[in-house]
């Protein structure tokens, strides 16, 4: 019995065709293939989505200097006028253009002028004058007392004067005997 095997042969190279034992292999390859193409993807998505994020940012950074140029064109003066109303503004829920340019705001804003105008016209506790005069030794040789102790120098230099006045109060006083 001789088996007959009609096999073609490749016209190419005159050979038997290679059946392929591994394609199971190959259908691994295929998955784990399409599982980075997936992954691939989903990165890419991701990646679009924070450019898009970070866009806004932007564009809010362009609206708030916008804003802030229409308060001053409103009459807002400074820096604290500007971030009063904004303030103000958040907690009403109220564009803050539209609460300057209603007069909303004039209240708000003539009670801080007011404010901030008595806080310049009242003398602080560091005036020249005054700190002056308590740092002066002949202030202190008038008041007949020395300077509080922490300031050392100054004690020093009163006493330096008290006793350079006395010696020369002594230099033409001739005792006659």
């Given amino acids: 019995m001789e088996k007959d095997t ?14 392929e034992e591994t ?7 295929d998955s784990i293939i399409a599982d980075l193409q997936d992954k691939l993807k989903n990165k890419s998505i991701e990646a679009r ?8 940012d932007v564009e809010a950074s362009v609206l708030e ?6 308060l ?8 604290d006028e500007i971030e009063l109303v904004i303030k103000e503004s958040k907690s009403l829920n109220i564009d803050p253009t539209v609460l300057v340019s209603r007069g909303l705001a004039d209240g708000l804003l003539e009670r801080h002028r007011k404010a901030k105008q008595d806080e310049l016209a009242t003398p602080g506790t560091s005036s020249r004058a005054s700190s002056s005069q ?29 006793a350079k006045a006395a010696k020369n109060s002594k230099m033409f006083n001739y005792e006659v005997v």
Avoid: C, F
């Avoid at 394609?23 to 390859?29: R, S």
């Avoid at 200097?65 to 229409?70: A, D, K, V």
């Avoid at 202190?140 to 230099?157: H, M, N, S, T, Y």
């Fill in 134 to 162: 308590k740092d002066n030794a002949d202030y202190w040789i008038a008041k007949g007392e020395l300077p509080p102790v922490d300031k050392v120098e100054l004690r020093r230099e009163v006493v330096r004067k008290k």
């Fill in 6 to 19: 009609n096999v073609e042969l490749d016209t190419v190279t005159n050979q038997e065709p290679v059946v």
């Fill in 49 to 56: 989505k924070a450019k898009k994020e970070s866009k806004p």
């Fill in 72 to 79: 001053k064109e409103n009459g807002l003066k400074d820096a």
């Fill in 23 to 29: 394609t199971v292999e190959v259908d691994d390859k």
């Fill in 65 to 70: 200097r916008l804003q802030i140029m229409e």
